[in-house]
């Protein structure tokens, strides 16, 4: 393989959790919730899908926001307003905190690495391997790998919002391709979702899953990687 293509949610990055997410930006906000008020409410918004990156919603999407959640990743504009459109459908203190929550979670701060995921990047340069990000997202993701350390390593960022298109559509991962002057069908696409990610095969790429785990039950998912694109007489 001569490049390897990341996904970001799940894959590199996982995001806080439900209960953090509420309880900094209420800190931050000087709102204060009973223990248990806090706990139920970020409980449902987690239920909802209310945290860009973390749960799908478990129940029906609301009709005013139906039509936009499919397609929330083509824009910033139409990310915020699916986000917070869930959000909404749970009770808090002041309804400016909806608009804060979504704010909070573009933060590097609420985003946490997996534990291999800098060894596997470093590794993957050291080869020579080109990397790319692709992601289905709403936001500029790139200072959260600069925050992080991660920058240095990665050759592309293609982020959906940025191009009006999101994964599994093959033009995406093929801009990524371009970008890292790669073959598709010497490119190896890792995410978590494999739907959207398992997009890259229409082009050529390899394709390869990793589970969308909490940092702490993930220790060496990525690891794999490596494996996967060595040289010749290796794993392919």
């Not at 906000?29 to 409410?41: D, G, H, K, Q, T």
């Not at 504009?77 to 699916?82: P, Q, V």
Request: contains cysteine; hydrophobic residues 40%.
């Amino acid at each position: 393989m001569a490049a390897v293509l990341f996904d970001f949610s799940g894959t590199l990055f996982r995001i806080e959790s439900a209960e953090s997410w509420l309880r900094t930006v209420l800190a931050d906000s000087e709102v204060s919730l009973p223990e248990p008020e806090l706990i139920r409410a970020a409980k449902e918004l987690e239920a909802v899908g209310a945290l860009p990156g973390g749960a799908h919603p478990s129940a029906p999407v609301p009709a005013d926001v139906a039509p936009i959640w499919g397609i929330r990743d083509q824009s910033s504009e139409l990310h915020r307003s699916a986000f917070t459109g869930v959000s909404r459908q749970v009770a808090l203190p002041d309804p400016a905190l909806h608009d804060r929550l979504y704010d909070r979670h573009m933060a590097p701060a609420a985003w946490r690495p997996y534990y291999d995921t800098a060894e596997v990047l470093g590794a993957l340069c050291e080869r020579g391997v080109a990397v790319g990000v692709v992601s289905n997202i709403g936001w500029d993701l790139r200072p959260v790998f600069r925050d992080h350390g991660l920058d240095p390593y990665i050759g592309a960022y293609v982020l959906s919002y940025e191009h009006g298109i999101q994964k599994p559509d093959p033009r995406l991962f093929a801009t990524a391709c371009d970008a890292l002057g790669a073959d598709p069908r010497e490119t190896l696409m890792v995410g978590d979702d494999r739907r959207a990610d398992g997009g890259a095969a229409a082009l050529g790429c390899g394709v390869h899953f990793v589970d969308h785990l909490p940092v702490t039950e993930r220790p060496d998912g990525l690891r794999p990687v490596l494996d996967l694109v060595a040289g010749p007489g290796g794993p392919t």
